[in-house]
Each structure stands twice: as structure tokens, then as C-alpha cells.
């Protein structure tokens, strides 16, 4: 191989790599548009994607408004998640079920109010209940705070507080996502109970005060504070499905990572078995390869992205091995080329679908290629393999050849110009 063909086949090898980069892009955007237009399609029917209930206070008015917090607060919180899929795009949905009980201590002034400020943005309440000691109450209902007057009697009194209603993605309680002040949590006891296995927790959040435990259909978080001040929230985020748009998108963008590998370990073929390849079968590889993602980007939206993955697949190693029988053989095509493109392609691409161990199998099998490849080539002279060949002496034209002689007169027959 001359050095002008390397550098033929480098700049194939970057403009294929400028293609999937385009490509890739054109996935994020489509994904991140259709995202944004069915988000809020999906918030007026399931609520915000950060349902946050903010915790109850007493307020005084008789004395300037001034506030006080619940000597006790027992709560309860149920949920209900689905993943609902919608306009080729899964979203994380719940049904949360609050109950929360708060002793309050009232004074003797009196004009005292328990008020609890209902999660904003969501698209409905169902059996809301709130009572005092018992009783039905009649709360104040005038604004999206619920507030219940204390009698004045120097004495504790327990208001609960129950609703249901959805959300999306994650459940907070504390502050609000906004806000900067400090909460006060005293005899504190939330419990949250799940019907799914994956539990976890917000970025940032409270963790509970001890591991969960499984529960008869999920998974049980309790947090337990006897004396807590905080700026952060208490939560539970709830697992998601993973869409179809991003991964086929970040195999667009690292795909020339796997054709680098694939392009090395067949030029290390070639040479070993010194078969003669031109940029131009390197051209229709990459084509081939390209040919995996651009359908994926397409099939996706059509049907099941597993399935969508092992069609485009199958078709990208029939369209290389298929070509590649014509140029070097059967023997060649499927032994080398298709087995060097399910690894570097398929194994590659397939590796996005393992969340969080994508970035160490593509080392792994990175350097168990590099270990083969040096093996292979230790004792491979390069110098001999990219020398100039040799400029050979034109071979001297073949001289015209001589008209043949006039032939001799017959005997007897007097010379020309004599009688």
C-alpha cells in the first residue's frame, strides 16, 4: 500500500465521520422537539414533571403574621408509577397518594390558621379531605392554600390532610424548588411506599434515614427526623424507560469510534494476507456501516428500537459481506470482514443499551484489540510495507519491421528495359 492511499482512505474515513456527526445531530433535534411538544400535552394530563408538596405551617396573625411549624408530623405517601408511552417518546407517570397528619399547639390569643399549600400545576385533586381532630373541617378555600382556624384553647390538635393526584417523573417534599428558606422539621416521620423495585432518589435530595425495604409490591423508604433543619427536599424519583431517540443518537455520534477499529483491524488483514484493497472498497464499507444507522434513525419511529436494532443489523452485514464476496472471496468476506463488523459495529452499538457500563466495554474491547493487533504485527516490517515502489526503465518500442522483398523473376525472363 502506497502512502497516497492511506491518506485516501484517512479522508474517507473523516468525511463518513462529518456524515454521522450530522446525523446524529438530526436525531438529538428531532428528539428534543418532539419532547418539548408532547411535554406539555403529557403536564396537562399527568401534571408537572416535579411534583413538589410544600410542608403545612401556623401563622399568627395577632401578632404580625408571624409563623410556627407543626410540633409533629406524621405522613404517609403511596405511588402508583406506569410508564405511558405517547408520540414515540416514554414518560415516567404516578398516582400519589398523600395523607399527612400534623399536631399543631394553639394559644390562648387565638386567630391562629393552619395552612397547607396544595403542589401547584397539577391537573386535578381527588378526595381531598381535611379535618381537626377528627371532624371535617371547613378550610379556607379561596386561594390554592388550604387554611383551618385553631381554636383558641392552649391545647394540641391534629389536622390530616388527604389528597390524590399525578405527576411525572419525580415527587418532592420540602421547600419550594425556588425557594431559599430553611424548613424546620420536628417529630418528623414520612413513610413512602412504591410498587416498583428501582427506587432512588433527586439529585440533591434528603436520603432516608435507613436503606429501603421491599415491600409487598415494591419497595418502602421511611425518613425519621426528631430535630431537622434543611433547604433540601425529600423525594422519590421515579424509573424511566429509555427512549429510542437518544440512544440512536449517540450511536450516530460515536460510531467512527467502532469504523476506526473496524478500518484498523483490516488494514492489518490486508496486510498479513496481502490482499490488494482500493480507497474505493474502503468507501463502500463505510457506506455499508452508515447504512446501519441512517435506517435505525428512521425505523425507530415505526416499531421497537430492539427490534429496529438486530433489522438494521442484519441488513448492514449482508450489504458488506455481500460486497466484499465479490471482491476477495467467500472465505474472506465472513470470516475477517463480517465477524470484524459484529464486534466493532454491533457489539459496539449494542453496548449504548447498558446503561452506565457503555464507556468500559468499549475500553475492554478496545484493548483486547490492541493486545491482537500488536501480537500480529510485532514482526511486520512498516518501512517495507509503505515504501515507494520502484519506477521500472520503459521497455524500448518494437521497431517497425521491414516490407517484404519483390519477388524474383521467373527464369528465362529478359530484365526489365531489355528486349
Same mark, same amino acid.
Given at each position: 500500500?502506497?502512502?497516497?492511499?492511506?491518506?485516501?482512505?484517512?479522508?474517507?474515513?473523516?468525511?463518513?465521520?462529518?456524515?454521522?456527526?450530522?446525523?446524529?445531530?438530526?436525531?438529538?433535534?428531532?428528539?428534543?422537539?418532539?419532547?418539548?411538544?408532547?411535554?406539555?400535552?403529557?403536564? #396537562?394530563?399527568?401534571?408537572?414533571?416535579?411534583?413538589?408538596?410544600?410542608?403545612?405551617?401556623?401563622?399568627?396573625?395577632?401578632?404580625?403574621?408571624?409563623?410556627?411549624?407543626?410540633?409533629?408530623?406524621?405522613?404517609?405517601?403511596?405511588?402508583?408509577?406506569?410508564?405511558?408511552?405517547? *408520540?414515540?417518546?416514554?414518560?415516567?407517570?404516578?398516582?400519589?397518594?398523600?395523607?399527612? #397528619?400534623?399536631?399543631?399547639?394553639?394559644?390562648?390569643?387565638?386567630?391562629?390558621?393552619?395552612?397547607?399549600? +396544595?403542589?401547584?400545576?397539577? &391537573?386535578?385533586?381527588?378526595?381531598?379531605?381535611?379535618? +381537626? /381532630?377528627?371532624?371535617?373541617?371547613?378550610?379556607?378555600?379561596?386561594?390554592?392554600?388550604?387554611?383551618?382556624?385553631? &381554636?383558641?384553647?392552649?391545647?394540641?390538635?391534629?389536622?390530616?390532610?388527604?389528597?390524590?393526584?399525578?405527576?411525572?417523573?419525580?415527587?418532592?417534599?420540602?421547600?419550594? =424548588?425556588?425557594?431559599?428558606?430553611?424548613?424546620?422539621?420536628?417529630?418528623?416521620?414520612?413513610?413512602?411506599?412504591?410498587?416498583?423495585?428501582?427506587? /432512588?432518589?433527586?439529585?440533591? #435530595?434528603?436520603? &432516608?434515614?435507613?436503606?429501603?425495604?421491599?415491600? /409487598?409490591? *415494591?419497595?418502602?423508604?421511611?425518613?425519621?427526623?426528631?430535630?431537622?433543619?434543611?433547604?433540601? *427536599?425529600?423525594?422519590?424519583?421515579?424509573?424511566?424507560?429509555?427512549?429510542?431517540?437518544?440512544?440512536?443518537?449517540?450511536?450516530?455520534?460515536?460510531?467512527?469510534?467502532?469504523?476506526?477499529?473496524?478500518?484498523?483491524?483490516?488494514?492489518?488483514?490486508?496486510?498479513?494476507?496481502?490482499?490488494? +484493497?482500493? =480507497?474505493?472498497?474502503?468507501?463502500?464499507?463505510?457506506?455499508?456501516?452508515?447504512?446501519?444507522?441512517?435506517?435505525?434513525?428512521?425505523?425507530?419511529?415505526?416499531?421497537?428500537?430492539?427490534?429496529?436494532?438486530?433489522?438494521?443489523?442484519?441488513?448492514?452485514?449482508?450489504?458488506?459481506?455481500?460486497?466484499?464476496?465479490?471482491?476477495?472471496?467467500?472465505?474472506?468476506?465472513?470470516?475477517?470482514?463480517?465477524?470484524?463488523?459484529?464486534?466493532?459495529?454491533? *457489539?459496539?452499538?449494542?453496548?449504548?443499551?447498558?446503561?452506565?457500563?457503555?464507556?468500559?466495554?468499549?475500553?475492554?474491547?478496545?484493548?483486547?484489540?490492541?493486545?491482537? +493487533?500488536?501480537?500480529?504485527?510485532?514482526?511486520?516490517?512498516?518501512?517495507?510495507?509503505?515504501?515507494?515502489?520502484?519506477?521500472?526503465?520503459?521497455?524500448?518500442? &518494437? #521497431?517497425?519491421?521491414?516490407?517484404?522483398?519483390?519477388?524474383?523473376?521467373?527464369?528465362?525472363?529478359? =530484365?526489365?528495359?531489355?528486349?
Amino acid at each position: 500500500m502506497t502512502a497516497w492511499r492511506f491518506f485516501v482512505i484517512i479522508m474517507i474515513f473523516c468525511t463518513v465521520g462529518v456524515a454521522w456527526l450530522i446525523l446524529g445531530g438530526t436525531i438529538e433535534y428531532r428528539t428534543s422537539d418532539l419532547k418539548t411538544t408532547l411535554s406539555r400535552e403529557v403536564d #396537562s394530563l399527568w401534571g408537572p414533571a416535579e411534583l413538589t408538596q410544600e410542608p403545612p405551617f401556623v401563622t399568627r396573625a395577632v401578632q404580625g403574621h408571624l409563623t410556627s411549624d407543626p410540633v409533629r408530623s406524621e405522613i404517609q405517601v403511596q405511588f402508583d408509577h406506569e410508564n405511558r408511552y405517547k *408520540g414515540l417518546l416514554w414518560f415516567s407517570t404516578y398516582t400519589v397518594r398523600f395523607s399527612g #397528619s400534623y399536631t399543631v399547639l394553639s394559644h390562648k390569643e387565638g386567630g391562629e390558621r393552619f395552612v397547607f399549600r +396544595l403542589p401547584p400545576n397539577v &391537573p386535578f385533586l381527588e378526595s381531598l379531605s381535611v379535618k +381537626l /381532630d377528627g371532624a371535617q373541617a371547613l378550610a379556607d378555600r379561596a386561594t390554592p392554600d388550604l387554611a383551618v382556624e385553631l &381554636p383558641p384553647d392552649e391545647k394540641e390538635h391534629i389536622i390530616t390532610v388527604e389528597y390524590q393526584t399525578r405527576g411525572r417523573d419525580r415527587w418532592l417534599y420540602g421547600p419550594a =424548588p425556588d425557594a431559599k428558606t430553611t424548613v424546620y422539621l420536628k417529630g418528623f416521620c414520612l413513610t413512602a411506599t412504591t410498587n416498583f423495585r428501582d427506587i /432512588d432518589y433527586p439529585k440533591g #435530595s434528603v436520603s &432516608p434515614s435507613k436503606a429501603a425495604e421491599p415491600s /409487598d409490591r *415494591g419497595m418502602k423508604a421511611a425518613w425519621k427526623f426528631d430535630d431537622y433543619r434543611t433547604r433540601q *427536599g425529600i423525594g422519590i424519583e421515579m424509573p424511566a424507560r429509555q427512549n429510542a431517540g437518544p440512544i440512536a443518537a449517540r450511536m450516530a455520534f460515536y460510531a467512527p469510534v467502532s469504523l476506526f477499529f473496524f478500518y484498523t483491524v483490516m488494514f492489518t488483514i490486508i496486510i498479513l494476507k496481502k490482499v490488494p +484493497l482500493h =480507497p474505493m472498497h474502503y468507501l463502500f464499507i463505510s457506506a455499508g456501516f452508515f447504512a446501519f444507522h441512517i435506517l435505525m434513525a428512521y425505523l425507530v419511529d415505526k416499531i421497537g428500537i430492539h427490534e429496529a436494532f438486530w433489522i438494521c443489523a442484519a441488513v448492514s452485514v449482508f450489504l458488506v459481506t455481500s460486497y466484499m464476496r465479490l471482491v476477495a472471496g467467500a472465505r474472506f468476506a465472513i470470516l475477517y470482514v463480517g465477524l470484524a463488523q459484529l464486534v466493532y459495529l454491533i *457489539g459496539f452499538s449494542y453496548a449504548f443499551f447498558w446503561t452506565g457500563w457503555t464507556g468500559l466495554t468499549v475500553v475492554i474491547v478496545a484493548i483486547i484489540t490492541l493486545f491482537v +493487533l500488536m501480537q500480529a504485527t510485532g514482526r511486520i516490517d512498516w518501512n517495507e510495507v509503505f515504501r515507494k515502489p520502484p519506477v521500472l526503465p520503459a521497455a524500448p518500442r &518494437p #521497431s517497425a519491421p521491414a516490407p517484404p522483398a519483390p519477388p524474383a523473376p521467373p527464369s528465362g525472363t529478359p =530484365p526489365a528495359g531489355k528486349v
